[in-house]
């Protein structure tokens, strides 16, 4: 994390922010950030802007980051909500 975050790896970070995977099957949720890396690749190879665009759009990682909360019990676990 920390190494995406440093600002010095030869592409930019992409920040995920989702909170309306409620009650989605993980099978579709893996399915979905498939598409999206498919379609921010295809975003890249047709985008009209030039070059400028197309490093705009060329993320060399996602971040995900989803709301969680402790897991009680006084275990040290986590349950992410909206994963």
């Known amino acids: 994390m920390e190494t ?9 970070a992409g920040f995920f922010f ?8 993980m099978e579709i ?13 295809w975003a890249v190879e047709n ?7 197309r490093k705009s759009l060329d993320f060399g990682a996602f971040v ?3 709301p969680c909360s402790g897991s009680g019990g006084g275990g040290s676990g986590v349950i ?3 994963f």
């Open 4 to 12: 995406v975050l440093s600002g010095k790896t030869k592409r930019p």
């Open 80 to 82: 992410y909500k909206y």
């Open 47 to 53: 985008a009209e802007g030039g070059e400028e665009e």
């Open 64 to 66: 995900r980051l989803a």
């Open 29 to 41: 949720t893996e399915v979905m950030h498939q598409q999206l890396v498919l379609d921010m690749d």
């Open 18 to 25: 989702q909170e309306r995977m409620v009650n989605v099957p």
